[in-house]
C-alpha cells in the first residue's frame, strides 16, 4: 500500500506557465513533507520542504501548499522554465530524523 | 556541506555474479547513511539505512545486503544477482538536518 502518492506520471506546462505537481499521502502521522528534484542519471537534489505546522512555505519561485485535513500537498514553480524539467519526488516523514517515505515522482517538460 | 560519491556510475552484471557498491561521505561526521533504489518507472525504495559503524537496518526482505565498516562508508553487496536487481541505486546521508543528500547513483544492470 503506497503512503505517498503522486498520482500525475508526467505533466507538461509552457515555459513561463505554472507548473503544478501534486502529492496525496495516507499516513495521519506524517508531519514534515520535502519535495526532491532529479535529473536523468543524477542524484535527487533538495527543493523545498514544509512541516506541518504550516500551511505554505516559499522559496523563489517554488512554493509548497499543505492541506492537512485532506492529506494533500502540491508543488508550485512560477514561472516554469526549461530547466525545471526533472522528475520531481514528494516525500514524508513522521518526524525530524525520521526515514522518509518517497512518492513514485512527476516527470515534468516544460516547453520552450 | 556533504558530498556523497558512489561508484561506480553503471555496471553491468551476469544473473547470479556478486555485487559491491561503494558510496562514501565528505563533509561530515557519524552521518545516517542510505541505499535507496529507483526501479524503471518506480519511486524512490529504502533498502537500509544505518545510524552508525556496523549498525543496518533492512526496509525490505531481499536478495542484498549492507555494511557500514567505517563512519563515513556504506557498501551494497550482493552474493549472487537476480534479474530484478536491475536499478538504480542511490546512497544518501543525513546529518543535522531533516533532509537527505543523496549522491550520483549507480545504474545497474543485470542480464
Known amino acids: 500500500d503506497q503512503q505517498v502518492k503522486q498520482n500525475s506520471p508526467s505533466l507538461s506546462v509552457q515555459e513561463g506557465r505554472i507548473s503544478i505537481l501534486n502529492c496525496d499521502y495516507t499516513?495521519?502521522?506524517?508531519?514534515?513533507f520535502l519535495w526532491y528534484k532529479k535529473y536523468p542519471a543524477e542524484g535527487p537534489t533538495f527543493l523545498i520542504s514544509?512541516?506541518?505546522?504550516?500551511d505554505k512555505n516559499e522559496d523563489g519561485r517554488f512554493t509548497v501548499f499543505l492541506n492537512k485535513s485532506a492529506k494533500h500537498l502540491s508543488l508550485h514553480i512560477v514561472p516554469s522554465q526549461p530547466g525545471d524539467s526533472a522528475v520531481y519526488f514528494c516525500?514524508?516523514?513522521?518526524?525530524?530524523?525520521?526515514?522518509?517515505?518517497f512518492g513514485p515522482g512527476t516527470r515534468l517538460s516544460v516547453l520552450p | 556541506s556533504q558530498t556523497i560519491h558512489q561508484w561506480p556510475a553503471t555496471l553491468v552484471q551476469p544473473v547470479g555474479s556478486p555485487l559491491s557498491l561503494e558510496c562514501t561521505v565528505e563533509?561530515?561526521?557519524?552521518?545516517?547513511l542510505y541505499w535507496y533504489r529507483q526501479a524503471a518507472g518506480r519511486g524512490l525504495q529504502l533498502l537500509f539505512y544505518?545510524?552508525?559503524?556496523?549498525?543496518i537496518s533492512s526496509e525490505v526482505p531481499q536478495n542484498l545486503s549492507a555494511s557500514r565498516p567505517q563512519d563515513r562508508q556504506f557498501i551494497l553487496s550482493s552474493k549472487k544477482l537476480l534479474l530484478s536487481d536491475s536499478g538504480f541505486y542511490l546512497c544518501?546521508?543525513?546529518?543535522?538536518?531533516?533532509?537527505?543528500?543523496f549522491g550520483p547513483g549507480t545504474r545497474l544492470t543485470v542480464l
Open positions: 544518501a546521508s543525513r546529518f543535522d538536518s531533516n533532509e537527505q543528500f
Open positions: 544505518s545510524v552508525g559503524i556496523g549498525q
Open positions: 514544509i512541516s506541518s505546522i504550516k
Open positions: 499516513n495521519s502521522m506524517f508531519d514534515y
Open positions: 563533509g561530515t561526521s557519524n552521518p545516517n
Open positions: 516525500a514524508a516523514s513522521e518526524g525530524y530524523g525520521q526515514n522518509f517515505v
